[in-house]
């Protein structure tokens, strides 16, 4: 207890006073001045920035702008344009030429005309859809319903002959090929049809006509598979199942 007194008297004994606490607000602000520009971050002060010589602007003042150089040979050169160039037509990716639907057609009209192998060898079944739609068109003119016919006959004919096909010759023919040719083929009897819309079928010039058509198809089909096949001397065995096959389409036209 005797230091705490000693010490009482000490802190009221000293020449400390109150007034010696209290600043003016000048004084004050002026030492916060002072402690703020002391404490200025480093990092806030900015160095000059270096600016290349290329980029000032000249001395008349105007700017100048700065293009990308070109090469002329890029694009010339590119291989996607290359590509893109040499790609085919879009009919000919679909499988559609009507330069080869032109030829088949011309040779199914001329019997006697040689055929073409590598033509006839492709699935292109854009001209037998085309024939099968209008032999079905001109029976419904003809007041015969006769599509499911058509296309059932097509169907069950092509997978008979195909079977036929491959068994008679070994490098055989895929079944939309011979679908293509029987397609090509079946245009006599659209022309059948159509002359049925001018007279009547039902008698002995109509039997006559179908039987001519019946001919004209079945040697036309025979010969474009003995050519696409190289079955020399076998066309009389091919143009037999293909006359059975056309002469059912000639029934649904005369009767």
Not at 225 to 254: E, H, N, R, W
């Amino acid at each position: 207890m005797s230091n705490l007194g000693q010490f009482d008297s000490d802190f009221y004994q000293s020449n400390y006073t109150i007034d010696n606490q209290e600043l003016s607000s000048e004084d004050s602000n002026a030492y916060g001045h002072l402690y703020v520009s002391r404490k200025q971050p480093a990092g806030d002060q900015r160095q000059p920035t270096f600016i290349p010589p290329e980029m000032l602007l000249p001395s008349g003042g105007e700017a100048q702008l700065f293009q990308p150089a070109s090469n002329p040979d890029y694009y010339s050169q590119s291989s996607y344009v290359d590509s893109f160039e040499e790609e085919p037509p879009l009919l000919e990716e679909l499988g559609i030429n009507f330069n080869h639907i032109w030829q088949k057609t011309l040779t199914v009209l001329n019997p006697l005309k040689p055929a073409d192998g590598s033509i006839m060898n492709e699935t292109d079944l854009t001209g037998p859809i085309l024939f099968c739609v209008t032999l079905g068109a001109t029976l419904l003119l003809a007041g015969k319903v006769q599509f499911g016919y058509v296309y059932g006959l097509s169907a069950v004919g092509c997978l008979g002959i195909h079977t036929l096909l491959s068994l008679m010759s070994s490098p055989g023919l895929s079944c939309g090929c011979v679908a293509s040719v029987l397609g090509y083929c079946l245009l006599p009897m659209v022309i059948l049809s159509g002359c049925g819309l001018v007279f009547s079928l039902q008698g002995t010039f109509g039997t006559v006509l179908a039987l001519v058509i019946i001919g004209w198809c079945s040697l036309s089909a025979s010969k474009i598979f003995i050519s696409a096949l190289d079955m020399k001397g076998q066309q009389l065995l091919v143009a037999y199942p293909c006359a059975l096959f056309y002469g059912l389409f000639a029934l649904l036209t005369v009767f």
